[in-house]
Nanobody
Framework: QVHLVESGGGLVQAGGSLGLSCVAS????????MGWYRQAPGKQRELVAL???????NYADSVKGRFTISRDNAKNMVYLQMSRLKPEDTAVYYC?????????WGQGTQVTVSS
């Protein structure tokens, strides 16, 4: 079992910046991928960014150049630095941990971008 806790959401004006953090605890397999997903009201959950333990990253086209994902393997943490935020970035952001076919999700943190 892996437990994920996100933090850092909130309200920000368009054009502003916000950082999210997620810490994983429990039965952490060494070889894992962590990522951020988001779900806006009435929409499906979508990928925002992924990062492997080795640091390889993958971003949704909608956030490329604005968001940066990073991780601290020693602390089992993943971060999402968001800049030049847009109202369409408003969503609940979820942390996801995957390894060897297992996946776990955090409870989500709300990000609201006002215009």
């Amino acid at each position: 079992q892996v437990h994920l806790v996100e933090s850092g959401g909130g309200l920000v004006q368009a054009g502003g910046s916000l950082g999210l953090s997620c810490v994983a605890s429990g039965n952490i397999f060494r070889n894992n991928t962590m990522g951020w997903y988001r779900q806006a009201p009435g929409k499906q959950r979508e990928l925002v960014a992924l990062i492997t333990r080795g640091g390889s990253t993958n971003y949704a086209d909608s956030v490329k150049g604005r968001f940066t994902i990073s991780r601290d393997n020693a602390k089992n943490m993943v971060y999402l630095q968001m800049s030049r935020l847009k109202p369409e970035d408003t969503a609940v952001y979820y942390c996801r941990w995957t390894s060897w076919g297992f996946e776990y999700w955090g409870q989500g943190t709300q990000v609201t971008v006002s215009s």
